[in-house]
């Protein structure tokens, strides 16, 4: 992000102490402020035909500072209910939190007096994702559980090597990160303005993905949109519930890039899809048995998610046997603690790529350990994509995991598992060599907020595994 970027979202996210003394909580002011940029770069890059005259930010402007505040609630409900395409889909179900007329008008003549002519040359979709960035990094604001840090992205995505024309999903998009970076990506590796209509337009559409919140679905169509990546109804990122009937919505991809949420299903309940093998409430489990359906054969995925994953009894072990059975299981990346809102969740990403049939596709498993004998990333210490220069380079320069690597032994962090091996472990992936020499392996006990991450996450692992046992006795209900 450059330095003319930075300095705008900064003076962007200051307004949220403008909102903070009107009683606005974090989450809603990224809310409330997506609005009123929405009808601002609307003016500013010339798209204002997309809203109904009498809606647009000029009429918002004109009105007398005491109506102000009355014309633009009225203004939400009318693009929510009477906007068309992706004007109607950021305003559905929106309204304001503000309270005092006085507060929408510092935020307009705040909004009013950016220099809009360099934030364009910038990059709008820039600055926005710039101020998601900042919120995820708010720990009030809640929102780092929709943030997957971008160096992870980026690199995920390098390796994984989007390519021109292929179908892109992510089954539980938040603000839409990963696609974006491959967007970028592909960006960088084809001259898209030398692209004929119909090219372009495929290019436009090959990205999709879904969202079950709907006010992070409503920041991700924003960011979508700025990136000139939300297009149509069959495209962009839907409103929905992967683990429900709304996965038909996404087509079958070549590549799927995600972070699924972490824990179990609201209200503890089993996903209402019909055609799981293997019913289970933990919502990663059921996150991983979509995306080894949601794949072509010969379908690329990286997938992040938590330790618990890979040693879970139960139907866990067989989620994981049907993964090695009908994907390759290539890669598996074991990453430092500390780089999510959650200080204390182990994560690790998982590479595979999906079988042509749907037996002994898996033969070994490379795993990477990045954990052990890490620097305890935070703020005074953040996470760099120089970090993964290592793996990347381990990884090698073929996105299926074919190329020819080397074992590092037990000295170094890349050891590769045949499948006869992990089959004697149980089918447990929670692989681990290396002797940890960090502070907290030595004795010394992690910050308080570690321990209750780990709590947690161990909490809900075990919560799962007893909810998929009584499933398979039938006893779920009375439970």
């Given amino acids: ?50 809203l109904p ?7 918002l402007e004109a009105k007398a500072a005491p109506e102000r505040l009355t014309f633009y609630k009225h203004l939400l409900i009318h693009l929510g209910e009477h906007g068309k395409g992706i004007v109607q889909q950021i305003f559905v179900n929106a309204s304001s939190f503000i309270k005092k007329p006085a507060t929408l008008t510092q935020l307009v003549n705040a909004i009013d007096a950016i220099d809009w002519y360099s934030a364009k040359e910038e990059g709008l979709g820039d600055l926005y994702e710039g101020l998601l960035e900042k919120n995820a990094g708010e720990k009030k604001s ?46 960088q590796h084809n001259d898209i303005d030398a692209l004929d209509k119909k090219t372009y337009d495929r290019f436009r559409r090959q990205f999709h993905g879904m969202e079950l919140v709907q006010d992070t679905q409503r920041l991700g169509l924003m960011n979508l949109m700025l990136h000139n990546l939300q297009s ?5 990122l839907h409103f929905g519930d992967t683990l429900s009937s709304d996965h038909q919505k996404l087509p079958k991809a070549d590549l799927i890039l995600t972070n699924p ?19 289970t409430s933990n919502k990663q489990l059921a996150f991983l048995q979509h ?5 072509k054969p010969g379908g ?35 990453l430092p603690t500390g780089i999510f809102y959650a200080q204390g969740v182990k994560t690790n990403v998982l590479f595979f790529t999906r079988g042509v049939k749907d037996t002994g596709n898996t033969k070994h498993v490379w795993v990477h350990d990045l954990r052990a004998n890490m620097p305890a990333f935070g703020k005074r210490t953040p996470l760099t994509r120089a970090h993964f220069a ?67 996450v161990e909490l809900e692992g075990a919560v799962a595994e007893l909810r998929s046992i009584l499933a398979e006795l039938g006893l779920e209900e009375e439970a």
């Avoid at 005259?53 to 009429?59: C, N």
């Avoid at 949420?261 to 019913?279: A, Q």
């Avoid at 067989?318 to 598996?332: A, E, F, S, V």
């Avoid at 290592?390 to 190329?403: L, P, R, T, V, W």
């Fill in 1 to 50: 992000m450059s330095k003319r970027t930075t300095d705008i979202v900064g003076k962007l996210w200051n307004l949220c102490n403008v909102l903070r003394d009107d009683g606005v909580t974090y989450h809603q002011y990224v809310s409330e402020l997506t609005y009123l940029l929405f009808l601002k770069m609307a003016k500013e890059t010339g798209a204002e035909d997309k």
């Fill in 53 to 59: 005259k009498g809606y647009r930010w000029d009429d």
């Fill in 142 to 187: 809640g929102a780092g559980q929709y943030f997957t840090p971008r160096v992870l992205i980026d690199s995920m995505v390098a390796l994984m090597q989007p390519q021109l024309g292929e179908t892109i999903q992510d089954p539980a998009a938040g603000t839409g990160g990963f696609l974006i970076a491959a967007n970028h990506f592909i960006r």
């Fill in 232 to 236: 149509d109804d069959s495209s962009g």
């Fill in 261 to 279: 949420p972490f824990g179990t299903k609201k209200g503890g309940g089993l996903p209402t899809r019909d055609d799981f093998t293997y019913p």
């Fill in 291 to 295: 995306i080894v359906r949601g794949l």
């Fill in 300 to 334: 690329r995925a990286a997938v992040l998610l938590p330790d618990n994953v890979l040693f879970e009894s139960g139907v866990g072990v067989q989620i994981r046997r049907d993964l090695m059975d009908k994907c390759n299981l290539h890669t598996l990346l074991r």
């Fill in 390 to 456: 290592e793996f990347e380079k381990a990884f090698g320069k073929k996105a299926d995991g074919s190329s020819k690597r080397k074992d590092t032994g037990v000295e170094g962090r890349f050891r590769m598992f045949t499948r006869e091996e992990i089959a004697a472990r149980g089918d447990s992936l929670d692989i681990s060599w290396l002797k940890d020499d960090s502070e907290q392996a030595n004795g010394e006990l992690p910050e308080p907020e570690v321990l209750v991450g780990e709590a947690i």
